[in-house]
T-cell receptor, first 112, second 111 residues
Framework: DADVTQTPRNRITKTGKRIMLECSQT?????MYWYRQDPGLGLQLIYY???????NKGEISDGYSVSRQAQAKFSLSLESAIPNQTALYFC???????????FGPGTRLTVL | QKEVEQNSGPLSVPEGAIASLNCTYS??????FFWYRQYSGKSPELIMF????GDKEDGRFTAQLNKASQYVSLLIRDSQPSDSATYLC???????????FGRGTSLIVHP
């Protein structure tokens, strides 16, 4: 079984809809992250959490919110989706001092 | 603003050749450096991690770090078509737990 899972894997929605992307991990890591990736722009950090009570904004948090329901679960919400939020979204975890990131398989989101 | 710069490519090499991918970083406080491979539509996967000046070898891959020049490179020996992917370079400051990613270099290995 995959250590970091994301649901759904693909989602098509309409402008103005609220949607939630979910991430679960069995790695036992405290640190979790949400990134978006657009063609040619690399990975942009949306939010990150170092434990259940610690939530921090990343470089592009506007229009997004998160919830850390448990050590193993970190959800990303788009309150009112807009077309320029069409992207590939990745959840990641890390631990220890090395900062190595372990990525989920990604969610491809299309906002029409 | 911490930055990691990579040439977007594509870098095209023939099968069996050495592919050389380069990366520079702006934060002199960076202590850990990573190379991730990402196939189209897939998630990044770690292939190399380095934190000491010099070379680190793992199979066909060699990472090179020069902190004085703020330069990291990845060499892929005996390149195979299956190595065709985008390679992301990342740097992290000790204890920050927030790596900075480059935009990636596209590598094409042609038969």
């Amino acid at each position: 079984d995959a250590d970091v899972t994301q649901t759904p894997r693909n989602r098509i929605t309409k402008t103005g809809k609220r949607i939630m992307l979910e991430c679960s991990q069995t790695k036992g890591h405290d640190r979790m992250y949400w990134y978006r990736q657009d063609p040619g722009l690399g990975l942009q950090l949306i939010y990150y959490s170092f434990d259940v009570k610690d939530i921090n904004k990343g470089e592009i948090s506007d229009g997004y919110s998160v919830s850390r329901q448990a050590q193993a679960k970190f959800s990303l919400s788009l309150e009112s989706a807009i077309p320029n939020q069409t992207a590939l979204y990745f959840c990641a975890t890390s631990e220890g001092e090395t900062d190595t990131q372990y990525f989920g398989p990604g969610t491809r989101l299309t906002v029409l | 603003q911490k930055e990691v710069e990579q040439n977007s490519g594509p870098l095209s090499v023939p099968e069996g050749a050495i592919a050389s991918l380069n990366c520079t970083y702006s934060d002199r406080g960076s202590q850990s450096f990573f190379w991730y491979r990402q196939y189209s539509g897939k998630s990044p996967e770690l292939i190399m991690f380095i934190y000491s000046n010099g070379d680190k070898e793992d199979g066909r891959f060699t990472a090179q770090l020069n902190k004085a020049s703020q330069y990291v490179s990845l060499l892929i020996r005996d390149s195979q078509p299956s190595d065709s992917a985008t390679y992301l370079c990342a740097a992290a400051s000790g204890g920050s737990y927030i790596p900075t990613f480059g935009r990636g270099t596209s590598l094409i290995v042609h038969p």
